[in-house]
Protein backbone atom coordinates (compact mmCIF):
# COMPACT_ATOMS: atom_id res chain seq x y z
CA UNK A 1 0.00 0.00 0.00
CA UNK A 2 1.72 3.31 -1.09
CA UNK A 3 1.15 6.38 1.38
CA UNK A 4 2.35 9.71 0.51
CA UNK A 5 2.18 11.96 3.50
CA UNK A 6 2.80 15.84 3.44
CA UNK A 7 4.11 18.05 5.91
CA UNK A 8 5.83 21.94 6.46
CA UNK A 9 2.90 23.71 5.73
CA UNK A 10 1.55 26.99 7.26
CA UNK A 11 1.66 30.54 7.51
CA UNK A 12 4.12 33.17 6.45
CA UNK A 13 4.72 36.47 4.61
CA UNK A 14 5.47 37.44 1.87
CA UNK A 15 9.08 37.09 0.31
CA UNK A 16 9.68 34.07 3.11
CA UNK A 17 10.46 30.67 2.21
CA UNK A 18 8.90 27.28 3.41
CA UNK A 19 9.97 23.45 3.25
CA UNK A 20 7.45 20.95 2.22
CA UNK A 21 7.91 17.46 3.33
CA UNK A 22 6.25 14.44 1.15
CA UNK A 23 7.36 11.39 2.94
CA UNK A 24 6.23 7.87 0.48
CA UNK A 25 5.87 4.41 2.74
CA UNK A 26 4.87 1.87 0.46
CA UNK A 27 7.63 1.97 -2.65
CA UNK A 28 11.04 3.85 -2.66
CA UNK A 29 10.42 7.55 -3.99
CA UNK A 30 12.62 7.11 -6.87
CA UNK A 31 10.41 4.42 -8.10
CA UNK A 32 7.75 6.78 -10.13
CA UNK A 33 7.06 9.95 -11.15
CA UNK A 34 6.18 12.43 -8.34
CA UNK A 35 4.63 15.69 -8.47
CA UNK A 36 3.33 18.39 -6.01
CA UNK A 37 -0.08 20.05 -6.99
CA UNK A 38 -1.76 22.87 -5.50
CA UNK A 39 -5.43 24.02 -4.88
CA UNK A 40 -6.20 27.78 -3.95
CA UNK A 41 -10.53 28.41 -2.92
CA UNK A 42 -12.15 28.21 -5.49
CA UNK A 43 -9.93 27.00 -8.15
CA UNK A 44 -9.20 24.14 -9.68
CA UNK A 45 -6.15 21.96 -8.81
CA UNK A 46 -3.16 22.84 -10.45
CA UNK A 47 0.39 21.45 -11.25
CA UNK A 48 2.76 23.21 -9.09
CA UNK A 49 6.02 20.39 -10.34
CA UNK A 50 7.00 17.29 -11.11
CA UNK A 51 9.65 15.21 -11.16
CA UNK A 52 9.55 12.24 -13.82
CA UNK A 53 10.60 8.62 -12.69
CA UNK A 54 13.55 8.00 -14.62
CA UNK A 55 16.90 10.21 -14.02
CA UNK A 56 16.34 13.81 -12.95
CA UNK A 57 14.16 16.06 -15.14
CA UNK A 58 11.66 17.61 -13.96
CA UNK A 59 8.73 20.70 -14.64
CA UNK A 60 7.49 23.84 -12.87
CA UNK A 61 4.36 25.80 -13.26
CA UNK A 62 5.76 29.24 -14.76
CA UNK A 63 4.35 30.42 -11.84
CA UNK A 64 7.04 29.22 -9.63
CA UNK A 65 9.71 29.53 -12.16
CA UNK A 66 13.19 30.13 -10.33
CA UNK A 67 11.15 30.15 -6.95
CA UNK A 68 10.10 26.61 -6.11
CA UNK A 69 12.80 23.59 -6.21
CA UNK A 70 11.30 20.15 -6.18
CA UNK A 71 14.28 17.30 -5.38
CA UNK A 72 14.12 13.97 -4.05
CA UNK A 73 15.25 12.89 -0.24
CA UNK A 74 16.47 9.54 -0.68
CA UNK A 75 17.39 8.87 3.07
CA UNK A 76 14.45 10.05 4.18
CA UNK A 77 12.00 8.11 1.51
CA UNK A 78 10.75 11.96 0.83
CA UNK A 79 9.95 14.53 -1.96
CA UNK A 80 10.91 17.92 -1.20
CA UNK A 81 9.22 21.05 -2.49
CA UNK A 82 11.37 24.34 -1.22
CA UNK A 83 10.03 27.53 -1.94
CA UNK A 84 11.49 31.02 -1.89
CA UNK A 85 10.55 34.46 -2.68
CA UNK A 86 6.45 33.66 -1.60
CA UNK A 87 3.39 35.41 -2.61
CA UNK A 88 0.42 35.64 -1.56
CA UNK A 89 -0.76 33.73 -4.80
CA UNK A 90 0.78 30.82 -3.67
CA UNK A 91 -1.42 30.41 -0.88
CA UNK A 92 -3.37 27.28 -1.29
CA UNK A 93 -3.92 23.87 0.10
CA UNK A 94 -0.09 21.48 -1.49
CA UNK A 95 -0.54 18.05 -2.66
CA UNK A 96 2.04 15.13 -2.88
CA UNK A 97 1.12 12.65 -5.69
CA UNK A 98 2.54 9.89 -7.41
CA UNK A 99 1.44 7.38 -10.53
CA UNK A 100 1.75 3.65 -11.24
CA UNK A 101 3.02 4.29 -14.94
CA UNK A 102 6.67 4.00 -16.55
CA UNK A 103 5.92 6.35 -19.63
CA UNK A 104 8.81 5.99 -22.18
CA UNK A 105 9.62 9.29 -22.62
CA UNK A 106 8.87 12.58 -20.64
CA UNK A 107 5.62 14.49 -21.32
CA UNK A 108 5.15 18.03 -19.81
CA UNK A 109 1.29 16.77 -20.78
CA UNK A 110 1.82 13.39 -18.68
CA UNK A 111 3.19 14.70 -15.99
CA UNK A 112 1.01 18.15 -15.38
CA UNK A 113 -2.29 16.06 -15.61
CA UNK A 114 -3.98 15.47 -11.98
CA UNK A 115 -5.49 12.54 -13.83
CA UNK A 116 -2.72 10.35 -14.55
CA UNK A 117 -1.21 10.30 -10.62
CA UNK A 118 -2.92 7.74 -8.77
CA UNK A 119 -1.73 8.49 -4.98
CA UNK A 120 -2.60 11.36 -3.24
CA UNK A 121 -1.68 12.81 0.15
CA UNK A 122 -3.38 14.39 2.33
CA UNK A 123 -2.67 18.35 1.83
CA UNK A 124 -1.01 20.86 3.57
CA UNK A 125 -2.28 24.27 4.02
CA UNK A 126 0.16 27.21 3.26
CA UNK A 127 -0.94 30.69 4.01
CA UNK A 128 0.93 33.91 2.53
CA UNK A 129 0.24 36.98 3.95
CA UNK A 130 0.79 40.42 1.88
Known amino acids: QVRLAESGGGMAQSGDSLKLSCVVS????????MAWFRQAPGKEREIVAA????????YYADSVKGRFNIARDRPKNALDLQMNSLKPEDTAVYYC???????????????????????WGQGTQVTISA
Open 97 to 119: ATDTEHPTNFKIVYVTEAQNYDY
Open 26 to 33: GRPVTSYT
Open 51 to 58: MWWRGSTT
